[in-house]
């Protein structure tokens, strides 16, 4: 008879516990929650006001079209793509991946935001175009002028992915693991959900070359 008054009372104890610990959760949430939103318009109001920078001075990108393939493909896909490439080589390039509004404004002015939007927008249009030639040049057997121009995409840390992918099967049809290992690194030093994952596949297909390498070595 007592023990159906008595064993609900550690049930009652523990429910009592777990209130208290989310009423703590909670009001912890909704501490940082207000405090990222002072933090976040304290930022927006100092951008607004951010005083302009001289962008003739910035170290902009320079597309290498002298070192790129052109004129090799045949197809008219091909020949579009040089020629935009040809007019963004033109304009000033950055690369401003991950860059919200609010952190161009204060790096570079208030009154600049248009351009380094332009900017930006110009350097993205960049990285497609490169992975669609370099696609288009690798379809009709030009793997030197792919490598090329997908390796000028890696240096300039593009955010697509298909780059770095494409540049890797290159180096792994040329048996070279250096390159692959290197391009693991610059992939890793990328800030994008992808990088581990695929630096770890590099370094993998590195590692096999390398093994394959040692036990065709003696046979030589």
Known sequence: MYAAFIIPYPTVIIAIILAILLV?????????????????????REAAVAPSVNLDSLPYI????????LGLCESEEAAMI?????????????????????ELRLTYG????????????????VTVLL????????????????????????NEKTDMRSNYTLLADIYEG??????LRALADIVE??????????????????AALEGKNNIEEPGL
Do not use: C
Not at 84 to 100: D, F, Y
């Open 24 to 44: 703590v959760r909670l009001r912890s949430v909704s501490k940082k929650q207000k405090g990222d939103m002072q933090s976040f318009w304290d930022r927006e």
């Open 62 to 69: 320079t597309i290498p079209l002298d070192k790129f393939p």
């Open 82 to 102: 040089e020629d935009e490439l040809k007019t963004l080589a033109t304009h000033r390039l950055l690369n401003l991946t991950g860059k919200t509004n609010t």
């Open 110 to 125: 208030a009154a600049n935001i248009k351009t380094m939007q332009n900017i930006a927008d110009d350097f993205d249009r």
């Open 131 to 154: 992975v669609d030639y370099a696609k288009a040049l690798l379809e009709e057997g030009h793997t030197d002028g792919a490598e090329t121009v997908l390796a000028f995409g890696a």
């Open 174 to 179: 040329q048996g070279n693991a250096a390159k």
């Open 189 to 206: 030093s990328l800030d994008h959900p992808w990088v581990y994952k695929t630096a770890e596949d590099f370094r993998r297909r590195a």
